[in-house]
């Protein structure tokens, strides 16, 4: 019995368990729901309500929906009382000196029976200044883009309108699918004296400001910078780099409208760039280099007849070539050293003789020989 009555204490802690575990599992998914509809409620709530824009620093009146003067109403701001400087006039809610922190949801509700009766969703913001406008063609001859932005943000949705005209005939303007302040214009014509001109208007819910802006073809012509730019050294010369790029991919006819190309390079160890001015070629090989020190290079690209430099393309490092240093080797021969110790002495029927080995080359080493053989055959005699 007892294995029976541990597996069934078992079972009964695991049920226990699993209890817990869905209790708990129920108490979190009943929060997240609880969370989400409240949020469900109120998207839906500033959904239905009338949006009002406001100017900043203003004295701002709501009006509770078509109440007339003579009733009263109750305001909330985002369900919670209304704490910031105010005053009620009857159905109507005045905030004072508005700022960012007035922004919110606003319901009013009839006295006494609490009937809502509006809803209104309080944005407040500035109205726009006259918008930054720049154009540029790095795609020419095909066409030019231009793109703005206003220095000081409204805090409230701005909308921009363009308008291009050439010869007084308006022009087709393709809004950017990625850059949402950016628009681009084919070219009616090429080589044209005429200038463009070109109007940018900010507009929101409280004013409107624009700028115009006019330019020859000419002039806004400025390639993007030169691509995949290589610098490598020189196998055995320690004083040149072979650098290589190639044209803006965006540049749409090199061949007929080609660019020049314009190198600045220096050492990473001084300040003072060297440049060089490069024709129909997308490679050059430097031949000044320091030898054994990095080098830092850019590239910057130009229609050969018109137009401005591009920008600097991204730079790259690169160090001229350094011979591996070889393993010295000695050439000196080791000396041999010959033991001079004594060695044993031959014995003979005859008196004792020592004989030690000399220092010497083998002519020495022989005589010892000769005189070892005499003595033996001295000795049998």
């Given at each position: ?7 069934a204490?078992a ?12 209790n708990a599992v129920?108490?979190?998914?009943c ?11 109120q998207r ?10 406001e ?19 109750t ?10 400087r105010h005053?009620e ?8 000196e ?7 949801l ?21 109205p726009p ?7 540029r063609s790095n795609?020419?001859p095909?066409g030019?883009?231009c793109?703005?932005?206003?220095q000081?943000?409204?805090?409230i ?15 087709e303007?393709?809004?950017d699918e990625?850059?949402?302040?950016r628009?681009?214009v084919?070219?009616?014509?090429v080589f044209?004296t005429?200038p ?10 409280l004013?409107a ?8 073809e000419?002039?806004?012509v400025?390639?993007d ?7 490598i050294?020189?196998?055995n010369?320690a004083r040149?780099?072979e ?17 020049k ?10 300040d ?8 129909d ?6 031949t ?5 020190k ?5 590239l ?5 007849d ?5 920008d600097w393309?991204?730079a ?15 050439t000196?021969e ?8 004594p ?7 005859g008196?004792a003789?020592?004989?030690r080995?000399p ?9 010892s020989?000769?005189?070892?053989i005499?003595?033996v ?5």
């Amino acid at each position: 019995m007892g294995p029976m009555l541990a597996m069934a204490h078992a079972s009964a802690e695991w049920r226990e368990e699993t209890e817990i575990m869905a209790n708990a599992v129920t108490s979190v998914c009943c929060a997240v729901l609880a969370a989400v509809v409240v949020v469900y409620a109120q998207r839906r709530s500033q959904l239905g309500a009338r949006i009002q824009y406001e100017k900043i620093g203003s004295d701002v009146t709501m009006q509770c929906g078509s109440l007339g003067s003579d009733a009263s109403a109750t305001w909330k701001v985002n369900g919670t009382d209304v704490r910031a400087r105010h005053r009620e006039e009857g159905p109507r809610l005045i905030l004072m000196e508005v700022d960012l922190s007035h922004n919110g949801l606003y319901s009013c509700f009839e006295n006494p029976n609490g009937e809502r009766r509006d809803q209104i969703n309080l944005r407040v913001g500035v109205p726009p200044k006259e918008p930054t406008v720049s154009c540029r063609s790095n795609t020419y001859p095909k066409g030019f883009y231009c793109s703005w932005h206003i220095q000081h943000p409204t805090y409230i949705p701005t909308e921009f309108e363009v308008k291009v005209q050439h010869h007084g005939k308006t022009l087709e303007v393709q809004r950017d699918e990625v850059h949402k302040n950016r628009c681009h214009v084919k070219f009616p014509e090429v080589f044209s004296t005429t200038p463009y001109r070109v109007n940018v208007t900010a507009i929101n819910a409280l004013g409107a400001a624009f700028t115009t802006v006019t330019f020859e073809e000419t002039s806004i012509v400025k390639p993007d910078p030169p691509e995949k730019v290589v610098a490598i050294p020189v196998p055995n010369n320690a004083r040149r780099l072979e650098v290589t790029w190639n044209s803006p991919s965006t540049w749409p006819d090199v061949e007929n409208f080609p660019l020049k190309y314009f190198l600045r390079y220096r050492p990473l160890i001084r300040d003072q760039w060297q440049h060089v001015e490069l024709s129909d070629t997308t490679s050059h090989t430097i031949t000044d280099a320091y030898a054994g020190k990095e080098y830092i290079l850019q590239l910057a690209a130009k229609d050969t007849d018109v137009g401005t430099w591009s920008d600097w393309s991204v730079a790259v490092h690169a160090t001229p070539w350094m011979d591996v240093p070889k393993p010295i080797t000695s050439t000196t021969e080791a000396e041999v050293i010959i033991d001079t110790t004594p060695t044993p002495a031959l014995h003979s029927a005859g008196p004792a003789s020592k004989l030690r080995e000399p220092s010497g080359g083998s002519s020495t080493l022989l005589l010892s020989s000769h005189l070892l053989i005499a003595s033996v055959l001295l000795s049998i005699m």
